[in-house]
């Protein structure tokens, strides 16, 4: 199923950011998206949301919102997860297209219109994709990588599309498309479900070859042990969603 197409324009872009203990990236961040918002020719609102964090993070986002009309903050008080992040942040989005990019900048922001175009052409999702055969290796911790490609295999294996990643958080949607998918998830495994729950609805979801990149600043958020837990229970969700679908359509030719 492809959308019609929208014209994003002259209609800023909500870029969501969602934020965890960010405070030594965000000096870097805030200035990479200040030079976007005046090199290009699309008009972009970046909705960071603080997620409780201890740091300087909230205090420094608000300070940039004083100073910035293009900068909105809202905050969890307390620390709820990247998947109950990105569901706050989809609540506030109000434009046809909306994205969602890693405070730590690992994914280039500035690639972030290559997402868009194809978003207003029709496609419900469009993800930055490190483990599409055309991507530059990625950077990073070996073991985390394995595991996050590996991940992404399995999805791939059981969903039966050629897509390549799943747990990349560097995404434009189309907002129609948000308003029709409900995930459960709240922490990392959300951003995998959002996807797999999509391609299971029928949406069409494009890929955009990228290098991941390592972190500059500041920790790692992702616990591997929660991280892999998280997933077995969605790639035994997966696993049944598909076996429904095909018993639904199993059913439908036998009757038909
Ligand atoms: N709102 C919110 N954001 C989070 C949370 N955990 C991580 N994030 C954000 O989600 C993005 C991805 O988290 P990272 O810690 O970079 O995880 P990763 O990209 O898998 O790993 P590295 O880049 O190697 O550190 C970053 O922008 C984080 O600030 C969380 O609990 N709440
Ligand atoms: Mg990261």
Known sequence: MTADPVRSADAPVTVIVPCYN????L???LSRLAMMRTNGTQSWKFLFVDDGSSDGTFAALLRAANDEPWIEVVRHHENLGLGAAVRTGFAHARSPI?????????YPPEMLPELTALAEQGAEIVTASAWHPESAAAEGSKLRLQLSRMVSGIYKLLIGQDVYTFTCLFRAYRSDAIQRIRFRSNGFAAVA?????AMLSGFTVKEVPMRLESRQFGESKLKVGDAIVAHMRLLIMTALMVGARQARSMGTRLLG
């Open 22 to 25: 960010e405070e030594a990236g």
């Open 27 to 29: 000096p870097a961040l």
């Open 98 to 106: 909306v994205c969602t990019i890693d405070s730590d900048c690992t």
């Open 193 to 197: 479900e959002i996807m797999l729950r």
